[in-house]
């Protein structure tokens, strides 16, 4: 079946510092490419999407690119701050009918100023 | 904001005790979702719903039932609650895109003791 893979973490960096979280995936057919974000004591945020191979989603300074031929959507940010601390989920969707997402493990990224 | 709340916010239940979550949408977005959050698992899905009626199981569905009378609203109930089912809810919508992406609640923290 499909799945998610994901470093687990606790990643731990100085502010500033360079972020990259790894996602590779296996599905059936070619799925959506989404990265969630969750802050403490909340619900999950979409962060960013990708939709075909190639594509680049970006918001808050956060990119990431599907890369069909190794399977792969690693998220990366380029400095880091300290409010970027919480748990970051990759997570892929084959946009058949209504199926649900199917999530990695989560991130957990925590950022020492 | 995807106009979802989710209720209670929090609860504490005793073993075999029936329990009902709500999650309530003020959007009238056609597809609905159910998940649970535990460490070590992300997110895995119980249930969802493609319509008013219209309901399917998910990967982890055994102990858990729904509902949907109203578009707005979706019903999870564990019938006789399991300490195993301590757990995070979190209810989730599908964006009206065609990139199929999902909108969480705030999630319900359920303690089964």
């Known amino acids: 079946g499909d799945s998610v893979t994901q470093m687990e973490g606790p990643v731990t960096l100085s502010e500033e510092a360079f972020l990259t979280i790894n996602c590779t995936y296996t599905?059936?057919?070619?799925?959506?490419l989404f990265w969630y974000v969750q802050y403490p004591g909340e619900g999950l945020q979409l962060l960013l999407k990708a939709t075909k191979a190639d594509d680049k989603g970006s918001n808050k300074g956060f990119e990431a690119t599907y890369r069909k031929e190794t399977t792969s959507f690693h998220l990366e940010k380029g400095s880091v701050q300290v409010s970027d601390s919480a748990v970051y989920f990759c997570a892929l969707n084959l946009g058949g009918g209504a199926d649900g997402l199917t999530f990695g493990k989560g991130t957990h990224l925590i950022i020492q100023p | 904001d995807a106009g979802i709340t989710q209720s209670p916010r929090h609860k504490v239940t005793e073993t075999g005790t029936p329990v009902t979550l709500r999650c309530h949408q003020t959007e009238n977005h056609r597809y609905m979702y159910w998940y649970r959050q535990d460490p070590g698992h992300g997110l895995r899905l119980i249930h969802y719903?493609?319509?008013?009626?219209?309901?399917d199981k998910g990967e982890v569905s055994d102990g858990y039932s729904v509902s949907r009378s109203k578009t707005e609203d979706f019903l999870l109930t564990l019938e006789s609650a399991t300490s195993s089912q301590t757990s995070v809810y979190f209810c989730?919508?599908?964006?009206?895109?065609?990139?199929?992406?999902?909108?969480f609640g705030p999630g319900t923290r359920l303690t089964v003791t």
């Open positions: 989730a919508i599908r964006g009206g895109s065609q990139n199929y992406e999902q909108y």
């Open positions: 719903s493609y319509g008013v009626k219209d309901t």
């Open positions: 599905a059936t057919g070619y799925p959506s």
